[in-house]
């Protein structure tokens, strides 16, 4: 069953629609990218998605019981963020907020939930480091921690590796697909490496002058599929 169905969604932003009449759905357990050049309107989907932005035209339908306060969701971050003042225990904390409602102070279940999610992300002996002074990819494996208190269904990534050495980006890529296949969460994850998309997902969403969804081997097999990963050479990236 879709936990995500989009219909004839239109996208944009002051008065201008920058994507037209796009439709996908994401099942339970997908793991879906994706992927297109740089204002295309992939970050402004994720956004409507999230409720964070209203479509020009279409729907956006949660199914399987899925509730806007159960998708972790992880932005790319600004330098201004990266330089904030809080331990980790505090910011993965924080994504417990959604489910506080209206109660000022985190329970003993909440702490819990934060405690497992730095124990999956390898991170519990910093948790009474200062966030600001973290490595890059320390602080995206904090973040994504901090996206987990508040999901067990679906998170959404906002190209979850920009910026970070190729080590690191393995070992980001390898604790995103333990969560998929151990974990059972639904991935939706924009990212301008094609050669990782079709490494790692089970679904393509390529938004460009054409528009592609469907599985990896449906992709791969596809006109805009062979062109990206045969001509463009299977490392083909779009620029930041």
Known sequence: ???????????????????????????????????????????TLMRTVLGLQPPVHGN??????????EIGYLPQQTVVQKDFPASVKEIVLSGCQGRCGIRPF????????AAEA????????LASRCYRELSG???QRVLLAR????TRKMLLLD???????????????????????????????ISHDI????????????????????????????????LFTEEGGAGHEYGN
């Open 1 to 43: 069953m879709a936990l995500l169905t989009c219909q004839n969604l239109s996208l944009g932003y002051d008065a201008k629609v920058i994507l037209h009449d796009l439709s996908f759905s994401v099942g339970s357990g997908d793991y879906l990218c994706i992927v297109g050049e740089n204002g295309s309107g992939k970050s």
């Open 118 to 125: 730095m124990d999956k992300m390898g991170i519990p002996h």
């Open 106 to 113: 985190y329970s003993k279940t909440e702490k819990k939930l």
């Open 137 to 139: 990819g320390q602080q």
């Open 159 to 189: 190209e979850p590796v920009s910026g970070l050495d190729p080590k690191v980006t393995g070992e980001m890529y390898r604790l995103i697909g333990e969560l998929n296949s151990r974990d059972g969460i639904t991935i939706v994850m």
């Open 147 to 150: 996206a987990l208190c508040a």
């Open 195 to 226: 050669a990782a998309a079709v490494k790692y997902a089970s679904h393509i969403l390529h938004i460009g002058s054409e528009v592609f969804f469907g599985t990896k081997q449906e992709y791969l097999k596809s006109k805009t599929g062979r």
């Open 60 to 69: 956006v339908l949660a199914g399987d019981g899925l509730k806007p306060n």
